[in-house]
């Protein structure tokens, strides 16, 4: 394996510090892993501006590099384009059902302002039991990208990642 | 592992990276063109940040007040969410401000200011609780208006020839999104749940309403800016967010919004505030001002 393919890997393996179940790459938050002689070059993109996970996410990603034998990496953060859950991969969805947090949806797209929402959003499945029957607790619950649910059949409380 | 100390063995000792108030976050502007747009004046430039970037940081503060004080856990934890959005752009604000002035760094800006030094619109300094004389359908309300405001701004300030102002935008504006839509739900469920919850939500916009002009009162600053295609003249959005306030306060079978002008157009932006900026600013600064230099 080349360099910059072990870099690349070493990088994208790395666990989302709040999700630890899916990979930083399937969270699509790694923009571009480069080899510039013997230094690592990662561009991270933060899932919310403010999201306190980044950090954590930078010192990860540092240590995975250590580990793989690239003591010298420089980790910027890039904010444009901005992140989105689309950019989520199709075995990261997997595993965030698998863990009780239902995968978003398609991010909405808007040309001018962005309309209200005022109706109910449509429930989402149980991840537990896959009764339609769920309600949302609140839009906004552990951390800024997900909103908490309860299914009202099997009375257990879920997750869901917010489309953004 | 056996261990003596509990906190030794979760901490490592190589890094202190994982402290989310670590500085240095100018990197975060590392990949997107930080040159200051053909013909900009540098000072307006820093300016208008400073605008933009004090609104979030105060509002910021003042919705972690909630935080543990909410009526429900839910409502604790949304809150400190929709804060800690707006703090992550009052981050890159100011860290573009200290760049463009080529002074300084964002905690020397956040810390180190007093009230008269602030560019906020007094809508996000004013103390609607969660201690005396404060109400969360008052908070409610505030979070209604400012995020129509500021939703409507950075939806038109993601096309600015600032590559950065426009980068943050279109990446806040989704986060907005999100606050707007909470604030609805709220104002909706009290406006149109009992007639106590009416009266509350009634008397909680009355209390915001007096500070509402002055979002859509552009400063000279603003206004120069605005023509160069860099920022946003908030006369522009009014009639947006007037729209977007009625639409909501009729499913709260609530009467549409009276602004009622208030002295100056643009006091906050001036420097001019409220008596509630001060015991804010006293809070939020006081460890660091106790303690210059202290880190984690």
């Known amino acids: 394996m080349t360099g910059v393919a072990r870099a690349r890997q070493a990088v994208e393996s790395v666990l989302d510090p709040e999700l630890p179940v899916v990979t930083l790459a399937e969270l699509g938050v790694i923009r571009g892993v480069e080899l510039n002689g013997d230094r690592v070059e990662v561009a991270l993109t933060p899932t919310y501006t403010g999201c306190p996970a980044l950090a954590q996410m930078r010192a990860d990603i540092q240590a995975a590099l250590a580990r793989a034998g690239f003591p010298r990496c420089e980790i910027t953060t890039v904010l444009a384009p901005a992140w989105t859950t689309d950019w989520i991969s199709e075995s990261g969805r997997r595993k965030l059902a698998d863990h009780a947090i239902t995968p978003p949806g398609p991010a909405p797209r808007h040309q001018g302002p962005v309309p209200l929402t005022l109706a109910p959003r449509p429930p989402e499945t149980c991840p537990r039991c896959g009764s339609g029957g769920t309600v949302e607790l609140s839009r906004f619950s552990g951390t800024a990208c997900r909103s908490l649910h309860s299914c009202t059949a099997c009375g257990e409380p879920f997750e869901h990642m917010k489309a953004i | ?296």
């Open chain 2, 1 to 296: 592992m056996p261990t003596e100390n509990l906190f030794k063995a979760l901490v490592r000792e190589d890094d202190n990276g994982q402290w989310a108030f670590g500085t240095g976050f100018t990197d975060g502007l590392a990949r997107v063109d930080r040159g200051v747009p053909e013909g900009v004046d540098r000072a307006d430039l820093a300016e208008y940040c400073l605008m933009l970037g004090d609104d979030a940081l105060i509002y910021a503060q003042r919705l972690s007040e909630w935080c543990s004080k909410a009526p429900e856990i839910e409502e604790d934890i949304a809150l400190a969410n929709i804060a800690l959005d707006l703090l992550g752009h009052a981050r890159v604000l100011l860290a573009r401000v200290a760049e463009v002035r080529e002074e300084g760094d964002e905690d020397a800006l956040a810390y180190w200011r007093d009230a008269p030094q602030f560019r906020n619109v007094r809508l996000a300094e004013l103390d609607l609780g969660p201690g005396p004389g404060g109400d969360f359908a008052a908070t409610m309300a505030r979070l209604l208006l400012f995020s129509s405001w500021r939703l409507a701004i950075f939806t038109r300030l993601a096309g600015s020839r600032d590559r950065l102002l426009a980068a943050l935008a279109a990446k806040g504006a989704k986060e907005i999104t999100y606050h707007r839509d909470h604030a609805t739900q709220w104002v909706i469920r009290l406006g149109a749940g009992t007639s106590y919850s009416r009266a509350r939500m009634t008397a909680g916009l009355d209390a915001v309403w007096p500070y509402a002009e002055e979002l859509f009162a552009p400063h000279p600053v603003e206004t120069r800016l605005a023509a160069q295609g860099v920022a946003v003249d908030p006369a522009t959005v009014r009639t947006e967010v007037l729209g977007v306030l009625t639409e909501v306060l009729a499913h709260a079978e609530l009467p549409p919004p009276a602004f009622v002008p208030d002295g100056e157009p643009h006091p906050g932006r001036d420097g001019e505030h409220t008596e509630e900026l001060g015991p804010l600013l006293d809070e939020m600064q006081s460890l660091v001002r106790a303690m210059p230099g202290a880190t984690w």
